[in-house]
């Protein structure tokens, strides 16, 4: 959601044009820029620190030159806002996520004049400020991520998300269209669809109007090639949505479903609403129907009062299921959420402990599920280079995903930039695999 904000953000200050208007400065020239606008994350206290050293960090060249001046948006601008403000004469504008509308305006006045410091933080978890632009200017030129809904209602116990986003808000069927439409017409060829829970989709509106039925809608959209869609809610995942994912080519086959947990007495203290056997019910129902699918959760080790049978639910969980990818988390207590106050905290240590173990377990299930995958052939999006740059023969090496979202990394052309190749698998790593293009 980060991404996208900041790719929002992005194109309209750049559009603007001269004068009044402004261009992006190149990483390499960050020492140029005038203004640095940082969009962060709050879900996890480690996201907060990097964004406390990341403020930090400016100290000097303001103490020399006066610049540059820092706006802080995104979800940590929500908790860390105010003191952010006070703390460093550098950061003159901090936005929640609910009033990126007010940023160009806002940006620009806090650049006209020297004295003006704006808190436009999100005092109302209902009021919305839009910014309505189709992300022309993205991260990446051929992948790109539509917001289908704002916020979340479910307060599970452990999580910031409500605080910081505010409550939940289907956006309207017509914009989400439209912009896919322009994103498409942008040579965009996948698209993730993006929401705290996409599967509430228009649970708020008055018509019959679904999660599901937006799906169809978005997968048949002329020229769109993939369609993928983060994060699910267990309880809501229904069988509407798999029936769409199965029947339409564009739908890829793979789903993010948190977990969080394998034991019920800990998904109840974390206010998931279901049952390890509800969970395992809907893997079942959607493998049934998508044998292919490349399934990866979410899951927290070390949550209040989690005991150690509790935490063997949780590793009996990844060894039943065996899911592609886990995102796992030590438990990290967030300021205002019931969790934070719960009896039970358990020492850091008992959960890096039970992290390391977690992972181990799981590393070994990703790498073995990886290696079977090795012979395969698959259609892959070549949207952008391999961090690690050259194979050993010194070809360029470019990177994309499988219809499974699994990294997969292979020599090709600069001119096959953008283009869907066919990937043959020539090694797995727990992390990614290895390819060649196929004929
Ligand atoms: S559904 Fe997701 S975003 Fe909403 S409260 Fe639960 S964990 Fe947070």
């Known amino acids: 959601m980060n991404v996208y904000d900041s790719d929002r953000l992005r194109t309209a200050l750049t559009r603007r044009g001269s004068p009044g208007g402004w261009e992006e400065v190149p990483p390499e020239k960050e020492d140029e820029a005038e203004l640095v606008i ?6 996890r206290a480690k996201a907060e620190q990097k964004v406390w050293s990341e403020l930090g960090r400016y100290e000097t060249s303001w103490k020399k030159d006066r610049r540059p001046v820092v706006a802080l948006t995104g979800c940590v601008a929500q908790s860390l806002g105010k003191r952010a403000l006070s703390r460093f004469p550098w950061v003159r504008l901090v936005a929640g996520p609910r009033h990126i509308g007010l940023l160009p305006d806002g940006l620009r006045r806090i650049m006209d004049d020297p004295e003006t410091r704006l808190n436009l933080l999100d005092e109302d978890p209902r009021t919305f400020f839009e910014l309505d632009e189709v992300t022309v200017r993205r991260e990446n030129p051929y992948r790109a991520y539509v917001t289908i809904a704002y916020g979340c209602d479910n307060f ?41 829970n ?11 109007t679904t999660f599901a039925s937006l799906l169809r809608e978005v997968a048949r959209v002329d020229g769109l090639a993939r ?32 977990i969080q947990a394998g034991s019920d007495r800990i998904l109840k203290l974390m206010n998931r609403k279901y049952t390890y056997a509800e969970y395992l019910e809907k893997v ?3 493998r049934a129907a998508l044998p292919e699918l490349g399934l990866t959760t979410d899951l927290i080790v070390g949550f209040p009062g989690e005991t150690e049978e509790d935490f063997e639910a949780s590793l009996n969980a990844l060894r039943e299921i065996r899911f592609d990818l886990v995102h796992s988390a030590a438990y990290s207590e967030r300021e205002g959420t019931p969790a934070a106050t719960m009896p039970g905290a358990l020492p850091q240590n008992v959960r890096l402990e039970r992290l390391t173990r977690l992972n181990a377990v799981q590393d070994a299930i990703t ?47 600069e001119g096959q930039m953008g283009q869907f190749v066919e990937v043959t698998i020539t090694a797995a790593e727990s992390w990614c695999l290895h390819g060649e293009i196929a004929g």
Not at 182 to 187: C, N, R, T
Not at 201 to 208: A, R, S, T
Not at 383 to 397: I, K
């Open 227 to 258: 369609v993928r869609f983060v994060t699910s809610l267990p309880q809501d995942f229904t069988s509407g949505i798999v029936d769409v994912m199965a029947s339409e080519p564009a739908v890829c086959p793979s789903l993010n479903l948190p």
């Open 38 to 43: 940082i969009t962060g994350c709050s879900v």
């Open 284 to 286: 079942r129902m959607t």
């Open 367 to 413: 790498l073995s599920i990886n290696e079977g995958l090795v012979g395969k052939k698959y259609p892959v999006l070549v949207d952008s280079y391999a961090p690690r740059g050259l194979a050993p023969t010194g070809e360029r090496l470019f990177q994309g995903r499988t219809p499974t979202d699994k990294v997969v990394i292979f020599p090709a052309d």
């Open 198 to 208: 996409v599967n509430s989709y228009g649970k708020d509106f008055d018509d019959e």
């Open 156 to 196: 599970c116990s452990y999580c910031i998300v409500p605080y910081v986003r505010g409550r939940f808000l289907s956006r309207p069927r017509d914009d989400i269209l439209r912009e896919v439409r322009a994103l498409v017409g942008d040579g965009v060829r996948e698209i993730t669809l993006l929401g705290q």
